[in-house]
Structures are given as C-alpha cells and as structure tokens.
C-alpha cells in the first residue's frame, strides 16, 4: 500500500485506535465517508460523536443501527452510534437457549452492571458490533472508532471479557458439580464466598451465581464468537490505523500503540496525523531571519508570529517523522488543524478529501 486511499478502497475492516481527543471519531467518520466517495458501501461505527457531528450524521437518536447518510458520494455511507447495552442484549437473545433464559438474564443485576458499567464492556460491544456488520454482507468496509479507554488497546482483550469471567476459579467453585455455591461441597468455595460477600455485600454475590447458573448453556456461543472476533481483528483484510496529533504527548502514546500492535502481531496499515499546523512557505530559520531583520520596524509583530509558527511546525514535523520511522510499513496522512470544529458533512467531506488526497 503507498496511500491511505487504498488503504480505504482494499481493505474491509478499518479499526481506528489512538489516545481521546486527537480526534478518531472525526477520522473515522471522514474515512467510511471517503470509501463512500469511491463508491463503496461503508459503514462506520462510532462512539461517542461529538453532540454536533452525531446531529450532522443523523445518529442522535442512539442509532444500534445504521443510518443511511444521503450525499453526493456514489456509495452508500451508514453511520451508527454504538450503543453497549442494545448491543450486548442482541447477544445474549442470539446465544440463548429459550426466551425463558433471555428473561432471566435480563433481569439480573449482575448482567445489568457488566453490561453497561463494566470497564472493558464498551470496547468488547464495539468489536461485537464490528463483527455483526462484516459479516451481514451489506458493505463493503466497516469502520469502527474505538472507545476512549486508559488501556490503549483494550478492545483486542475485550472479546475474551466474557470467557475470562467463565474461566477464573471463583466462578467454577460458584458453579462446580453438586449444585455450587447453594450446597458447597468445597469448604474453599464456601470461605470464598463468605469472604466475597464481606467486601460487596452477599446480595451482589447472590446475584452473580444467579447470573453464571442462569448463563449455563450459552458459553459455547460466547467462547466462539470471541474466537471469531479475534480472527477478525487479525485478518488480512482487516488493518489498525493509528490516530495522533503531533504533540508529543501524543506521539509517545501512539509509539505505546506501535509496539502493543506490533506484539500483537497487528499491523498498522495506516497513521494518521490530524490537527498539524499548517505549513507555511517560510521554514523555521529563514523566518528567525526575517524576524531579526525586521526587529523594531512596522511588521516586526508579524515576523515574530511567522517564526514562532514556524518554530512549532518544524516542532511538529520533526516529532511525527519520528513517530511514522517507528511504523515503516505504514502508510502516513496528514489532515491540518482547521480553524473550527468539524461538526457538520461538509467539513468531513473536506477531511476526507485530504485523507485521500495522495
Ligand atoms: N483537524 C481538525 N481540526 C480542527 N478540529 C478538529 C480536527 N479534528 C477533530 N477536531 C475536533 O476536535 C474534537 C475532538 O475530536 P474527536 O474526533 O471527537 O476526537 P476523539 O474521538 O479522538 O476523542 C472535536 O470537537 C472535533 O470536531
Ligand atoms: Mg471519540
């Protein structure tokens, strides 16, 4: 791949991961906009748009499902505001046995606290929906922005959220042979238990036997389909495109994302450097020049805003080619600090255009 354009127009998963703020809902929605543009069915995922992007995109009703965006563009753009609980309930409905057990786990306490305040949740639902959408066959790429996590790359652990649960040691003690917890067998399992329900409270631990007991039968489904997640997330078709601004807080996070992706065995098909100060005609040391020659005349104002931007662009320059060095693989795109908010469809339009400007 030499450019973010084939990048966008080859592959049919595009995950799009970096720190919160350096702007992966708006890169995300700018790229399924682009494949859009080259007349491919995208879909992207997003989470958490800003109030005036998820208005602009039609999606402020949480939309689980895709919003067909209308534009000028020759393919079809969806749009999607993840929503974790919807999401994590279409799960359980497709793994369960009967309605009857759909009831039950609805009603728990347990199952409504892992499903909307669990940490790790939120990414698991997004690569859940990722999944969903991929193999539906209605597009061609999906998009999915990541969830603002402190674990940069929470959501490749995430699909095994469920199965790491089913496999520690508590929960096979709560429902080990013999009827668990409610007739422990195991003197260890019962310590266990009374030292549990001291630190959260018997009712929360009562509720989570409920839980694993009522979810008996379903984790076969579970298990593969975080198997298949995670084949997912390592295909060939699918590619990581590493979001950053050219601070350098965010260049050292995004260096973290590097080699996380990198042990992982993931590649970063692409790095995004968004919100770069616009480059001037003048570099940093003809502008020091320039502000010395005019020191104390009428434009000697202007001469010193000129080099201290310059200054800050080199600044920029230098950090990102440090960072792009790091991912040679990577194909790099550069989008520019706009002067406001990008809130409404043309100014993705614009961003799009400059993703895929070559
Ligand atoms: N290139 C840019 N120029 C100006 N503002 C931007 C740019 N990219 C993003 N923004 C703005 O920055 C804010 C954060 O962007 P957002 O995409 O929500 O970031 P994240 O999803 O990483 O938290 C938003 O208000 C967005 O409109
Ligand atoms: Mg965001």
Known sequence: ?????????????????????VGKTTIAAATAMAAAAMGRRAAVVTIDPAKRLADALGITELGNDATIIEGPWPGTLGALMLDTKA???????????????????????????????????????????????HSSGDWDLVVVDT??????????????????LLDNAIYKLLISPGGGILRAVNRAASTVVRQLSRVVGAEVVDDAIEFFQTFQGMEQGFRDRADAMLRLLAADETTFVLIASPRSDTISEARY????LGKADLAVGAVIVNRMLPSLSVDAARAVVLRDEL????????????????????????????????????VVARVPLLPGDVHDV???RRIAELLTAD
């Open 1 to 21: 791949m030499t450019s973010y354009r084939e990048v966008i127009a080859d592959r049919d998963v595009v995950v799009c991961c970096g720190t919160g703020g």
């Open 87 to 133: 999401t994590f309930d279409d799960v359980v409905r497709r793994h369960a046995t009967d309605d009857a057990q759909v009831e039950r786990i609805f009603a728990n306490r347990f199952y409504h606290n892992i499903s909307t305040s669990l940490s790790g949740t939120q990414d698991y639902m997004a690569v859940e929906k990722l999944s969903q959408l």
């Open 147 to 164: 969830p603002p996590t402190r674990d940069a790359l929470a959501f490749l652990e995430a699909p095994k959220l469920l199965t790491r």
């Open 257 to 260: 994302f590097v080699n996380r």
């Open 295 to 330: 020191a104390g005349g009428p434009l000697a104002g202007a001469a010193i805003a000129l080099a201290d931007h310059a200054a800050a662009a080199a600044g920029d320059d230098a950090r990102v080619a440090e960072l792009t060095a790091a991912v040679p693989e990577a």
């Open 346 to 348: 043309d100014t993705l």
